[in-house]
């Protein structure tokens, strides 16, 4: 649902053996709008609010490479058991609900649940 961005020590990536990455420093992910700019089309998290067909049609597009019956299953898979992906298509409720002029103020913000084990569930997502 995110782009991962870090800074990769290519050092590593040029040995032989099987393909791995370092990664120096922090390890993030990047999200954009939940809706695409223009003529851009949906990826990431942008693509969860589309029909479930849609999705499939999209995820295919972008990776003809491989079996559409495991893109397949991996969407099910996902769409059942992911705990974000209610929250994506709540925003986009929510942005749907407002006129046009207000649609670009919804934020999805952190927030710290300190009732939970910090190692493992260090941030809820906010809808507002």
Not at 71 to 98: F, V, W
Not at 109 to 125: A, E, G, I, K, S
């Amino acid at each position: 649902m995110t782009l991962v961005g870090v800074k990769i020590d290519n050092s590593v990536t040029r040995q032989s053996g099987p393909y791995c990455f370092k990664i120096q420093g922090e390890l993030y992910h990047l999200t954009g709008a939940l809706l695409p700019h223009g003529d851009h089309p949906p990826a990431y998290a942008q693509i969860y609010i589309l029909d479930t067909a849609e999705q499939l049609n999209i995820r295919r597009l972008n990776n003809r490479n491989l079996d559409p019956v495991v893109i397949n299953d991996l969407q099910t898979m996902l769409l059942d058991s992911h705990p974000y992906i209610g929250h994506y298509c709540h925003a986009y409720e929510l942005i749907r609900e407002k006129p046009v002029e207000e649609q670009e103020e919804i934020t999805i913000r952190p927030y710290v649940n300190l009732q939970q084990d910090q190692r493992t569930h260090n941030l809820d997502r906010i809808v507002q």
